[in-house]
């Protein structure tokens, strides 16, 4: 009788391509991808990281562990506050410590402020009026600059802008 020593090296998960992300700012967004691990046995955890500089989220996962291979799909939703391009990338890992990686760009356009200015103003020449004008932006993290303009042919005059910004929109007005 003779005995040996066998190792058995564990079998990095895989994730399919990923797809690209469009969308806009203050839109919600859904990453979902596929994967597959030929160690039918191994559960999974997946964490996906949208670029922003937070920590990353963990995903759902829905797997089947059956021979000769776990299969799953992962899903991640993130709602981005500005515009641009993000590198999103994403993680899975099996329970031994494997790990597969990729990434893929979310494309989120700008959308621009509703803005309210109210009632029409009538004065008396050479009374100075206040004008208010209120703005709701669904990219919170956006900020903003205005002008008032009188339609008398005088040159745009700056408006002074008070804004706050917290999820899910920035609000403001232009005095």
Known sequence: RELTTVHVANSLPELDELPQLMGNEGE????TATFSDIAWLDSHLAFVDFGVGTLPEIAELKEINEAPATTGQLTA???YCDNGIFIVTVILKDQQGGEARKETQAMIENVPPVVEVGEDVFSHPCVPIRFEGYFEDIGWCDTHIGTWDFGD???LFPA???ETH????AIGYAI
């Open 77 to 79: 939703k993130h709602t």
């Open 28 to 31: 919600e967004i859904e990453l």
């Open 166 to 169: 917290e999820a899910p929109k």
């Open 153 to 155: 042919c005088s040159p």
């Open 160 to 162: 002074t802008i008070e």
